[in-house]
């Protein structure tokens, strides 16, 4: 079972910018595709972007942080990263990674390992 941890999160002013980390120990991510999701209280969770290794590090984004985040892969220390700058208020979340060897994509059904999430506040 693929163990995935993420890091990084925090409070920040909007404007401000966080880089999350999501990490495992256990085995290679060079053949998964990794996402990252978020989910607002009360609200259903919604794809970020993600990065499919197996496909020579091609990346999606919802259009909410196109322009904004950016999505990255260092292949030899088992990590995906996600760099978000100019935050919003409403980027405030649950951010979750989650990884699938079977296919990629910014759907929660497509992905079969989680971790447990890192909290992102953007207030003043």
């Known amino acids: 079972q693929l163990q995935l941890a993420e890091s990084g999160g925090g409070l920040v002013q909007p404007g401000g910018s966080l880089r999350l980390s999501c990490a495992t120990s256990?085995?290679?991510?060079?053949?998964?595709?990794v996402a990252w999701f978020r989910q607002a209280p009360g609200k259903e969770r919604e794809g970020v972007s993600c990065i499919s290794n197996s496909l020579g590090g091609e990346t999606l984004y919802a259009d909410s942080v196109k322009g904004r985040f950016t999505v990255s892969s260092d292949n030899a220390k088992n990590t995906v990263y996600l760099q978000m700058n100019n935050l919003k208020p409403e980027d405030t979340a649950v951010y979750y990674c989650?990884?699938?060897?079977?296919?990629?994509?910014?759907?929660?059904?497509?992905?079969?390992?989680w971790g447990q999430g890192t909290q992102v506040t953007v207030s003043s």
């Open positions: 256990q085995y290679s991510l060079d053949y998964y595709a």
């Open positions: 989650a990884a699938t060897l079977s296919g990629w994509g910014l759907e929660t059904w497509e992905y079969d390992h």
